[in-house]
T-cell receptor
Framework: QKEVEQNSGPLSVPEGAIASLNCTYS??????FFWYRQYSGKSPELIMF????GDKEDGRFTAQLNKASQYVSLLIRDSQPSDSATYRC???????????FGKGTKLSVKP | DAMVIQNPRYQVTQFGKPVTLSCSQT?????MYWYQQKSSQAPKLLFH???????NEADTPDNFQSRRPNTSFCFLDIRSPGLGDAAMYLC?????????????FGPGTRLTVL
């Protein structure tokens, strides 16, 4: 199993819908997770991080961590066309601490 | 505003001609990273500095070197760029060394090799 696995999509949702982005992870990463958003041609931007089991909400974004299932997700409520971007989850590798990035899910929000 | 700055934003060089990319930060973070990102791929870590301690990734080609003269600045030197080195180069910083949490990225430098 890869350290951080992510469905590369693309994921297309209508404006106003909930977009659900998912990652699974292996025992080779520490259980601190970061969600980065990257617009085409731009650099990654940190939008959420989660360390504890359960949900963490910030505005329209909710990060969910399930340590038993080794699963982390990002929900975007009331999706807007401006949310269209590639979203990557990332976690520190246990042996070194460097961030391991998922391949990214390309989200497209249709007006 | 505290930030990570990269210069230049766009760099064009010729095959084999050395090039230096620059990163500076006003965040006073201990750790600075250099990533290479090619189209539609995840960022690939080249190396990082924890203060002055340099850490090279095992698969980073010798063609890539780095310098960190002080806390604020870090440079990426590509000694003999090849066509395969055309990419976006991202600098990132982190406030917490050992846990490498919360990396903050600069805007990137897009390198073109002719």
């Amino acid at each position: 199993q890869k350290e951080v696995e992510q469905n590369s999509g693309p994921l297309s949702v209508p404006e106003g819908a909930i977009a659900s982005l998912n990652c699974t992870y292996s025992d080779r990463v520490s259980q601190s997770f970061f969600w980065y958003r990257q617009y085409s041609g731009k650099s990654p931007e940190l939008i959420m991080f989660i360390y504890s089991n359960g949900d963490k909400e910030d505005g329209r974004f909710t990060a969910q961590l399930n340590k038993a299932s080794q699963y982390v997700s990002l929900l975007i409520r009331d999706s807007q066309p401006s949310d269209s971007a590639t979203y990557r989850c990332a976690a520190p590798r246990r042996s070194q601490g460097n961030l391991i990035f998922g391949k990214g899910t390309k989200l497209s929000v249709k007006p | 505003d505290a930030m990570v700055i990269q210069n230049p934003r766009y760099q064009v060089t010729q095959f084999g001609k050395p090039v230096t990319l620059s990163c500076s930060q006003t965040l006073n973070h201990n750790v600075m990273y250099w990533y290479q990102q090619k189209s539609s791929q995840a960022p690939k870590l080249l190396f990082h500095y924890y203060d002055k301690d340099f850490n090279n990734e095992a698969d980073t080609p010798d063609n890539f070197q780095s310098r960190r003269p002080n806390t604020s600045f870090c440079f990426l030197d590509i000694r003999s760029p090849g066509l395969g080195d055309a990419a976006m180069y991202l600098c990132a910083t982190s406030p917490r060394g050992l846990s490498y949490n919360e990396q903050f990225f600069g805007p990137g430098t897009r390198l073109t090799v002719l």
